[in-house]
């Protein structure tokens, strides 16, 4: 009887220790990075076309999302009752803004400059964002008792993606075979600095979800919709960046075809991408009661890396050198409310 009044309390959100509203022990702060593209080829992996450009695909998928999170965080501020917390949204916001705005400079210096169109990709992304996700969902205004609802469903979305780019960031910390095959070092310093800061900031979306009201249910029915989306959106850009490339332009690649995730599978099994089976895997544990973002992954670990990383360490003589008083080129933090 004891472990079934277990799981309702779980399920309802109680444990027999209230959880504390962040789980969040370092400050999240932001590093104003930048990153010369001028030397990177389009085959960031040497020989790799696949893998590249299944990689590459990220910096087009990221950043409209990445700045709707800070659009919907800005939003929820002022719902926050819990000091640490809000400093953890804040902290969130403006590691999230900096991340879009990396991605989009490997997109525009990078991808663009390389011959490859991504207005195709991108404008799937700003559909999904700033149409299907908007505030008003396809410019219909909602009645005002739907507004808190539809923010915390969003919310919950945002808390289900953070669980993936906590894993996909871990996965690009503890992949050697980058390294071994001469990965170009400014795309992967850009993936594993991004990587790093979602491990750092893993906790928050949980957490502000939590804190909000958000439930357990919705959010196991919303990852069961939600991770086949984004493998299915993942494979939908590559494919598109992969057509435009002759040397596998033959392969006619896109979404419903078997050749792009045959070759999802192959590349998986050589450690040149995550396994779309090892994906599903490491989301389990989000479907259960009890998960706990801090459990998924190693803040020790990002923590190191940040103090390797070369975005990182120059953008942290940057500030150094505007406590001293210089002048500095730091992009600005997003606006908050
Ligand atoms: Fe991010
Ligand atoms: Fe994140």
Redesign the pocket.
């Known amino acids: 009887m004891n472990a079934i009044a277990n799981v309702v309390n779980a399920l309802r959100g109680r444990g027999r220790e209230p959880r504390p509203a962040s789980k969040t022990e370092i400050e999240l702060k932001q590093r104003a990075v930048k990153f010369d593209w001028k030397q990177t080829p389009i085959d960031w992996l040497p020989n790799e076309p696949f893998s590249s450009y299944f990689i590459n695909e990220i910096n087009l998928i990221?950043p409209e999302?990445?700045f709707w999170?800070c659009r919907l965080y800005n939003k929820a501020l002022p719902m926050i009752t819990d000091e640490k917390l809000r400093e953890d949204v804040r902290g969130f916001i403006k590691?999230?803004a900096m991340?879009?705005r990396g991605h989009n400079t490997a997109t525009d210096e990078y991808l663009a400059q390389r011959g490859i169109n991504p207005e195709r990709n991108r404008a799937v992304m700003k559909h999904l964002f700033n149409v299907i996700l908007d505030d008003k969902p396809f410019g219909k205004t909602l009645p005002k008792w739907a507004e808190k609802q539809w923010l915390l469903a969003r919310l919950g979305l945002i808390a289900t993606i953070?669980h993936l780019?906590c894993v996909l960031g871990m996965y690009a910390l503890e992949n050697k075979e980058w390294d071994k095959l001469g990965a170009d070092p400014v795309l992967l310093d850009l993936i594993r600095w991004?990587g790093a800061?979602?491990v750092e900031?893993r906790s928050v979306a949980f957490d502000l979800y939590q804190h909000l009201g958000g439930s357990y249910f919705s959010r196991y029915y919303m990852t069961l919709l939600v991770f086949p989306m984004i493998f299915g959106i993942w494979v939908d850009g590559a494919a598109n960046l992969m057509s435009q490339d002759q040397r596998l332009a033959k392969h006619k690649p896109a979404f419903y075809k078997p050749w792009v995730w045959v070759n999802w599978f192959k590349e998986s099994r050589r450690g040149l991408l995550p396994s779309p089976l090892w994906l599903a895997y490491r989301t389990l544990p989000y479907f259960s009661p009890w998960y706990d973002p801090s459990h998924e992954g190693s803040t020790e670990l990002a923590a190191e890396y940040l103090t390797r990383s070369p975005a990182a360490k120059a953008a942290t003589s940057v500030a150094a050198a505007a406590h001293g008083g210089k002048r500095h080129s730091a992009p600005q933090a997003v606006t908050m409310a």
């Open positions: 990221l999302g990445e999170f590691q999230e991340h879009a953070e780019t991004h800061e979602e900031h």
